[in-house]
């Protein structure tokens, strides 16, 4: 699986968890933050929201919690779903800074909150939300268990959890493909227009490292989500990752 996700940081530090410098990291690229994210993903990755949301359809939520919700746009994607309220957390205030003022212009505010928060340590109560999304974000927790352990604690019992996570496809040629520009391009190009060069190099090797696919759907089943499953997106340039609250 090569290193260990948890070994994996952005910055390398010495006395810096890898919560301590993610929150750095976004902090510093917050301000360029959304404008990189579609560029660079081509805005494939308005799609593959969108393809998650469906998959919370089911569970009619009224409370979702969206888990390192950043800037807020996987929050924005789940008002389709016309759910009373949703919680963002995110551990950066300066991406949660740009994600209020986006909420406001568009007139949300209402519905959607941004709050600072720990993912692998939610201030809710058990059993608080009928949905909880993740858009690429899981693979930043310094403790994988104890974040999807947390998140199944706040989330109802047949409530349901949507993961979206970047994956390492395995066919050719996107495979090819997708390791050039991942590895060669994304750092180059983020780098230059966020001026943080670690940033967009750390998201290439915390993807090698995350346990994707079958690996993640055991910890899934590990920490007690039901009923999981693994939807690959893009040729598996993506996956999109759900369980059950039993």
């Known amino acids: 699986m090569g290193e260990d996700s948890k070994n994996v940081k952005p910055y390398y530090t010495e006395n810096k968890s890898k919560k301590e410098e993610v ?12 404008f990189l994210n579609h560029f660079l993903s081509l805005g494939i990755d308005k799609l593959w929201r969108k393809k998650a949301v469906k998959e919370l359809k089911e569970v009619n939520p009224k409370r979702i919690l969206d888990i390192a919700t950043g800037t ?39 519905i959607i909150k941004m709050q ?3 993912s692998e340590a939610l ?26 352990a947390d998140m199944l604690r706040v989330l109802r ?14 066919k050719f040629p996107v495979k090819q493909t997708f390791g050039f520009y991942s590895k060669r391009v994304i750092p180059l190009l983020g780098g230059s227009i966020s001026k943080d060069k670690r940033a967009y190099s750390y998201l290439p090797e915390s993807v090698e490292a995350f346990p994707e ?10 920490v007690g989500f039901t009923k999981v499953k693994a939807i690959p997106v893009s040729g598996g340039i993506a996956t999109i990752y759900t369980g059950i609250k039993g």
């Not at 929150?23 to 959304?34: C, K, L, P, Q, T």
């Open 23 to 34: 929150a750095e990291m976004f902090n510093n690229i917050s301000g360029r933050y959304d």
């Open 72 to 110: 807020g746009d996987f929050a924005l994607s789940s008002l389709r779903l016309n759910p009373e309220e949703i919680v963002g957390v995110d551990i950066s205030q300066g991406m949660l800074d740009v994600g209020i003022e986006k909420m406001k212009r568009k007139g949300v505010s209402e």
């Open 116 to 118: 600072l928060g720990d």
């Open 123 to 148: 201030k809710f109560e058990d059993n608080t939300f009928d949905g909880i999304t993740v858009g690429f974000g899981v693979r930043n927790f310094e403790h994988l268990e104890q974040g999807l």
């Open 157 to 170: 019992p047949g409530g349901k959890a949507v993961v979206l996570e970047f994956s390492k496809p395995k």
């Open 213 to 222: 696919g079958e690996a993640f759907l055991d910890i899934l089943k590990k």
